[in-house]
């Protein structure tokens, strides 16, 4: 290395400090963060893969070239990638200069006191790149053994409905309780593994000693169709239910970023230009760079024509809580008993208590719908109009499109349908509807999973319909209303 390059690396460490520093002395407690620069082919590779090492896929390939495509094109710019682990890691750009990934660095440190501190990521494991790779090697050797092909026939299907998991169970506490047998530590990597198909078997038992066609099965609506397909599909193997956990164990980690992005990017970009305006107080960066710090951060916050720019609405509301409660008004003081000067302690509380539909639900408030014109339009002719005004439906419309990330909300209804084993999906249709073709699509990677005709109830064109895969060809017929 020449010494220009080794000059900049040590002022890159030096300001990487300073900001460490500085995020204590603002309250924040983030993980302990190893920092990796890296060039832009591996940034693009971990961020379509999410993780590093984890299996392969031809989807994360796609998800690698879209990145590419769009970096090079200069539709997007990946900044930083951190990983919520402890510690955790995050990966700077080579190709950024010296202010930029000091600036990423204080960023990245909002998002590990985030991962750290808020409830919704409590339960997520700290340890998920060895488990990633644990998990990779084990898909590599079932490919050794079954054949390529049968493996990534079979992780087609399961990817096609990985959102399906239900992140609620991680959380209630009427779920039954882990033996002690589930706590013992893991003497190798397939631990996991052994006991999947004794579950399958007891689940079986089960299901043939239940008295004629009743009680119902599953008793009530369940959300979390990866673990049913997993504890009650009639003929995976081994193997298939293993990739089937590995799928919705991974999905799990990531659902915790999905519930909290609006905050947890208004989180890091608060504290990111705090930190920086620190740095240049004390001269780690030159006054120069503060000015490009401050054309980098407006770029961040810029809000977007076509959507939620998340870093921006995020930063916002941050910022309007603070103040309130900071300054409440006569009113609140009396009412609601704040004092002045509770907004940086609020703030805090709401980090770790709040995901993003309740963050919205609860911060979003009029004035702030009005100064971020967050109203809902509509495309007329050629031209974008204004659909709704009303700043509570534009709140409660913004808080439902979050609702299941977008995804469609399905619950496994019947897994023993005409008394046949046929599964019995039920769409609960909030007014968006399917896509039938890759609705019909997927029925037939469900298929694969349960071994038996699915059927997929929804409402099409104010119609309640059916959608049914019996293994060799979709068909779609009506239903009477309830």
């Given at each position: 290395?020449?010494?220009?390059?080794?000059?900049?690396?040590?002022?890159?460490?030096?300001?990487?400090?300073?900001?460490?520093?500085?995020?204590?002395?603002?309250?924040?407690?983030?993980?302990?963060?190893?920092?990796?620069?890296?060039?832009?082919?591996?940034?693009?590779?971990f961020?379509?893969?999410?993780?590093?090492?984890?299996?392969?896929?031809?989807?994360?390939?796609?998800?690698?070239?879209?990145?590419?495509?769009?970096?090079?094109?200069?539709l997007?710019?990946?900044?930083?990638?951190?990983?919520?682990?402890?510690?955790?890691?995050?990966?700077?750009?080579e190709?950024?200069?010296?202010?930029?990934?000091?600036?990423?660095?204080?960023?990245?440190?909002?998002?590990?006191?985030?991962?750290?501190?808020?409830?919704?990521?409590?339960h997520?494991?700290?340890?998920?790149?060895?488990?990633?790779?644990?998990?990779?090697?084990?898909?590599?050797?079932?490919?050794?053994?079954?054949?390529?092909?049968?493996?990534?026939?079979?992780?087609d299907?399961?990817?096609?409905?990985?959102?399906?998991v239900?992140?609620?169970?991680?959380?209630?506490?009427?779920?039954?309780?882990?033996?002690?047998?589930?706590?013992?530590?893991?003497?190798?990597?397939?631990?996991?593994?052994?006991?999947?198909?004794?579950?399958?078997?007891?689940?079986?038992?089960?299901?043939?000693?239940?008295?004629?066609?009743?009680?119902?099965?599953?008793?009530?609506?369940?959300?979390?169709?990866?673990?049913?397909?997993?504890?009650?599909?009639?003929?995976?193997?081994?193997w298939?239910?293993?990739?089937?956990?590995?799928?919705?164990?991974?999905?799990?980690?990531?659902?915790?970023?999905?519930?909290?992005?609006?905050?947890?990017?208004?989180?890091?970009?608060?504290?990111?230009?705090?930190?920086?305006?620190?740095?240049?107080?004390?001269?780690?960066?030159?006054?120069?760079?503060?000015?490009?710090?401050?054309?980098?951060?407006?770029?961040?916050?810029?809000?977007?024509?076509?959507?939620?720019?998340?870093?921006?609405?995020?930063?916002?509301?941050?910022?309007?809580i603070?103040?309130?409660?900071?300054?409440?008004?006569?009113?609140?003081?009396?009412?609601?008993?704040?004092?002045?000067?509770?907004?940086?302690?609020?703030?805090?509380?709401?980090?770790?208590?709040?995901?993003?539909?309740?963050?919205?639900?609860?911060?979003?408030?009029?004035?702030?719908?009005?100064?971020?014109?967050?109203y809902?339009?509509?495309?007329?002719?050629?031209?974008?109009?204004?659909?709704?005004?009303?700043?509570?439906?534009?709140?409660?419309?913004?808080?439902?499109?979050?609702?299941?990330f977008?995804?469609?909300?399905?619950?496994?209804?019947?897994?023993?349908?005409?008394?046949?084993?046929?599964?019995?999906?039920?769409?609960?249709?909030?007014?968006?509807?399917?896509?039938?073709?890759?609705?019909?699509?997927?029925?037939?990677?469900?298929?694969?999973?349960?071994?038996?005709?699915?059927?997929?109830?929804?409402?099409?064109?104010?119609?309640?319909?059916?959608?049914?895969?019996?293994?060799?060809?979709?068909?779609?017929?009506?239903?009477?209303?309830?």
């Open positions: 290395m020449n010494n220009v390059a080794h000059s900049d690396i040590e002022r890159l460490r030096d300001g990487i400090d300073a900001a460490w520093e500085e995020a204590k002395n603002f309250g924040l407690d983030p993980f302990p963060t190893h920092f990796e620069l890296v060039p832009a082919s591996i940034m693009y590779e961020a379509s893969y999410s993780l590093p090492g984890r299996f392969s896929h031809w989807t994360h390939g796609k998800a690698f070239h879209r990145q590419k495509m769009q970096y090079d094109l200069g997007s710019k990946i900044y930083e990638m951190v990983v919520n682990t402890n510690p955790s890691y995050a990966f700077l750009m190709m950024n200069n010296l202010l930029q990934n000091t600036f990423v660095a204080a960023h990245v440190f909002g998002h590990t006191d985030f991962f750290k501190n808020n409830a919704y990521f409590q997520t494991s700290r340890r998920m790149i060895d488990k990633a790779s644990v998990h990779a090697e084990r898909i590599a050797k079932y490919e050794f053994d079954h054949g390529k092909d049968e493996v990534e026939r079979f992780l299907a399961v990817l096609s409905i990985q959102e399906h239900d992140y609620n169970l991680l959380l209630h506490a009427d779920e039954p309780a882990e033996s002690e047998e589930s706590h013992k530590p893991p003497s190798s990597e397939y631990d996991d593994l052994w006991g999947l198909e004794e579950r399958a078997k007891k689940a079986e038992e089960e299901r043939e000693r239940r008295p004629g066609k009743t009680p119902k099965f599953p008793e009530k609506p369940e959300k979390d169709l990866l673990l049913f397909l997993n504890r009650h599909s009639p003929h995976l193997e081994p298939q239910r293993d990739i089937l956990e590995i799928v919705r164990t991974e999905m799990l980690y990531f659902i915790p970023q999905m519930q909290t992005k609006v905050m947890n990017e208004g989180w890091a970009s608060i504290w990111h230009s705090r930190i920086m305006r620190k740095l240049g107080d004390r001269s780690v960066i030159s006054d120069s760079e503060t000015v490009e710090f401050a054309q980098l951060h407006s770029g961040v916050l810029t809000p977007s024509r076509t959507s939620l720019n998340p870093y921006y609405i995020g930063f916002k509301i941050f910022e309007d603070e103040r309130r409660w900071d300054n409440p008004t006569r009113e609140e003081q009396d009412r609601l008993g704040r004092r002045p000067g509770q907004g940086r302690q609020k703030i805090f509380e709401v980090r770790e208590l709040d995901n993003d539909v309740s963050f919205l639900r609860n911060y979003l408030t009029e004035d702030l719908v009005k100064d971020l014109d967050l809902l339009y509509k495309k007329e002719g050629d031209e974008w109009v204004v659909a709704e005004k009303n700043w509570q439906k534009v709140r409660d419309t913004i808080v439902a499109n979050m609702t299941n977008g995804h469609p909300y399905l619950v496994v209804d019947n897994g023993d349908y005409h008394g046949n084993r046929e599964l019995y999906l039920t769409h609960l249709f909030e007014g968006q509807e399917l896509d039938l073709n890759y609705a019909e699509k997927t029925l037939q990677y469900v298929y694969i999973l349960w071994g038996r005709p699915v059927h997929l109830e929804t409402v099409y064109e104010g119609k309640r319909i059916l959608l049914t895969y019996d293994g060799e060809r979709n068909s779609k017929s009506t239903l009477e209303n309830k």
